[in-house]
């Protein structure tokens, strides 16, 4: 941080996911260090939909073009 790198987290979406409860230790730890933190991993836009999913851990090509216009868009914000 003190060379002007930023950190940036990023949670990816997760098939089905419904609790991020694993993440909250990430997310506060994040929070105590004004770490901006992109949670997409409940993203309601992309988890349920068994069509943008390899598994249910990886989005497939469709899925990974939609969460990377997203992710541009919020680095944008996060950048500006």
């Known amino acids: 941080k003190n060379d002007g790198t ?5 949670l990816s979406p997760e098939y089905k996911a419904i609790n991020d409860s694993n993440y ?8 105590q260090y ?3 933190v992109l949670n997409h991993y409940k ?3 992309i988890n349920f939909n068994s069509k943008l999913f390899k598994d249910a ?7 990974v073009k939609i969460f990377n216009k997203k992710i541009c ?4 914000q996060v950048f500006k």
């Open 73 to 76: 868009i919020e680095l944008h």
């Open 24 to 31: 909250l230790p990430i997310i506060n730890l994040c929070n």
């Open 57 to 63: 851990s990886h989005l497939n090509i469709e899925g």
């Open 43 to 45: 993203d309601k836009d």
């Open 34 to 36: 004004q770490i901006p």
């Open 6 to 10: 930023k950190f940036i987290v990023v």
